[in-house]
């Protein structure tokens, strides 16, 4: 009986590998180079602010244009919804640093001991704290000029109002928004597995997988970490903001973004791609040189 082979019994260790390269970058960024790691992230922050915004004015621009009884608002969701979508394709070829796709590769490098846990949860943290800049430079911008005022800022108002409804609903809309965060950014990892797998060479399908992926979280109305802060930091800039129940929907959205990425793309991807105990079992009748994870635990990361 042939042994099988190890490709085909592991079909995603080029995507793991590939993760782990881009930890090695991003853990050494926010190592020695902080400040520009931080730029990178307030980066991802302002264009996540820029397209959320149009968003929101092709949602007002479309709500205003009425056929018979009802207005084009539906359409507008959609065409939003596409416009949105490109925000992870510039946030991914400018290289800027987006906090939750970062959940999916530090839990990745957390599994194959490239990083602790502890350094993890640093660079997500100064991650956040980048996008966070970003979107608040955005808001600020926004504040002093007259792009969103009217309609679009009025659907930013509705918008916020509706997802702080979620905290101050209590217990059920506490689970509503932990669901919608957790398949949030599912939508968003699943996509940036696709990208970084190697099947898909060409830049064109990459950027149509980022955008669908996106599509389906705003259309939906899923719920994001990073995006909520600039929405919130836009909105409250102007009309004020109920700055306990915004944390807590930042906060849940957290936990529930980094199960869906870290957890259920992150650590579940490194695990059934993990063949360091089928190696030492003699599964490819070779010795375990070839593992990630196996590597890691013969040459410990500081």
């Not at 085909?8 to 050494?28: C, D, R």
Request: aromatic share 10%; with cysteine.
């Amino acid at each position: 009986m042939s042994t099988p082979d190890p490709q085909s019994l592991f079909p995603g260790k080029q995507f793991i590998s590939t993760a782990l390269e881009v930890l090695e970058t991003k853990t050494t960024m926010s190592g020695g180079l902080a400040r520009r790691y931080l730029q990178r992230a307030a980066m991802a922050g302002v264009l996540i602010g820029l397209l959320y915004a149009t968003f929101y004015a092709v949602l007002a621009a479309f709500s205003a244009v009425e056929v018979g009884d009802s207005s084009l608002r539906p359409f507008g969701r959609l065409v939003g919804a596409v416009a949105f979508g490109w925000a992870l394709v510039f946030i991914y070829y400018s290289r800027s640093e987006l906090l939750t796709s970062n959940m999916m590769i530090v839990s990745i490098g957390a599994y194959h001991r490239r990083t602790s846990w502890v350094r993890a949860l640093r660079l997500l943290g100064l991650c956040y704290l980048g996008n966070l800049l970003g979107g608040l430079f955005v808001a600020v911008l926004l504040r002093f000029s007259t792009l969103v005022e009217g309609a679009p800022l009025d659907e930013m108002v509705d918008s916020v109002a509706h997802k702080l409804a979620y905290v101050t609903d209590g217990p059920a809309g506490w689970v509503d928004l932990l669901i919608r965060a957790v398949l949030c950014n599912f939508c968003i990892n699943v996509a940036m597995l696709l990208v970084y797998n190697g099947l898909i060479k060409d830049d064109v399908t990459k950027c149509l997988v980022m955008i669908t992926s996106v599509f389906i979280f705003a259309f939906l109305g899923l719920e994001h970490s990073v995006a909520n802060t600039v929405l919130f930091s836009i909105v409250g800039l102007r009309e004020g903001l109920d700055l306990a129940a915004a944390a807590g929907n930042v906060g849940i959205a957290l936990v529930g973004n980094f199960i869906g990425g870290g957890l259920l793309i992150g650590l579940y991807y490194a695990y059934v791609n993990d063949d360091s105990q089928w190696l030492r079992s003699g599964g490819a009748g070779t010795s375990t040189p070839g593992s990630p994870r196996a590597q890691a635990t013969q040459e410990p990361q500081g």
